[in-house]
């Protein structure tokens, strides 16, 4: 088995548990994972544990690894985890942060030129010299990403990470991500928007009040019960002429 697995993992802070004894059939490399769920529902608590960054009870297994046994350098290595917020970076431009993030692997030979390549390949090669307090908050995510990709990780999680981009954008980092997948890498990506979720993931996995609610294919998943049970609304959803799902929202059920 090459991908995540994930199994009976409970993530906590300090005693209270968030997410409580999860299991995930396994992600496989090449495939767009989204975990959707309502706010507060333990989504970026789960990509913090698997990211080893809170502690965990269970399995989280990378091929034959298990990720929470590994040193810091080969999780760096390993994983790259773009967060929901960039964190501060001081007085660093964007092209020093992106070589930072590609030295946490241990790997500096060559980390300008990767830095580069990868701002380049986002589409924001302009802003490499531009210090990362100055950015816009689109800015901010798309330098996330390059951050993430950098070390050329074999897992990838994303925290909402096109929460504040434009439409065009938007498509310019979920075509990324998918080119990035299909070279092999597993991909795990937290999406608000299920419109966009079925649109980009082979599965959607539906977490609610911190325990598995659904999994499967984004048609499988996106159903008017669903939305009713998870989200409290009520909607219907629709295909338009080329196929996709549309989410209408009627109202919140009460
Ligand atoms: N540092 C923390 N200490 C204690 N509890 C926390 C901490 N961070 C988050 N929580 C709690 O964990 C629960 C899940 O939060 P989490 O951020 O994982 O949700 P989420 O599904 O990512 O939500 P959103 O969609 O709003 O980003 C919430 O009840 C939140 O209050």
Redesign the pocket.
């Known amino acids: 088995m090459s991908g995540l697995l994930i199994e009976g993992l409970t993530v906590s802070?300090?005693r209270?548990r968030?997410v409580e004894g999860l299991d995930l059939p396994p992600l496989m490399p090449g495939e767009i994972t989204v975990l959707a769920?309502?706010?507060?529902?333990?989504?970026?608590?789960?990509l913090k544990g698997i990211a080893g960054l809170l502690p965990t009870r269970g399995r989280v297994m990378f091929g034959d690894r298990d990720l929470a046994a590994l040193s810091a350098g080969d999780r760096a290595r390993t994983l790259g985890f773009m967060p929901?917020t960039l964190p501060s970076g001081a007085a660093l431009s964007v092209l020093e942060s992106v070589i930072a993030a590609r030295s946490a692997s241990g790997e500096g030979a060559g980390a300008d030129r990767a830095a580069m390549a990868v701002l380049e390949r986002l589409g924001i090669g302009p802003l490499a010299l531009d210090p990362l307090d100055r950015l816009s908050g689109g800015q901010r995510q798309m330098v996330g990403l390059a951050q993430a990709l950098v070390r050329d990780p074999a897992l990838l999680l994303l925290?909402?990470p096109t929460s504040a981009l434009d439409m065009a954008r938007q498509v310019r980092l979920l075509t990324e991500v998918r080119r990035v997948a299909a070279e092999g890498r597993v991909v795990l990506a937290?999406l608000?928007d299920l419109a966009l979720a079925a649109q980009w993931a082979d599965r959607i996995a539906v977490?609610h009040k911190?325990r598995l609610h659904s999994f499967g294919t984004p048609a499988e998943v996106v159903t008017p019960a669903m939305l009713a049970e998870v989200y409290g609304v009520e909607a219907r959803v629709e295909r338009c002429s080329r196929g996709r799902l549309m989410v209408l929202i009627d109202g919140e059920t009460v």
């Not at 309502?38 to 970026?44: C, E, L, R």
């Open positions: 802070y300090g209270r968030i769920g309502p706010n507060a529902a333990g989504k970026s608590t789960l929901q925290d909402e937290v608000h977490l911190g």
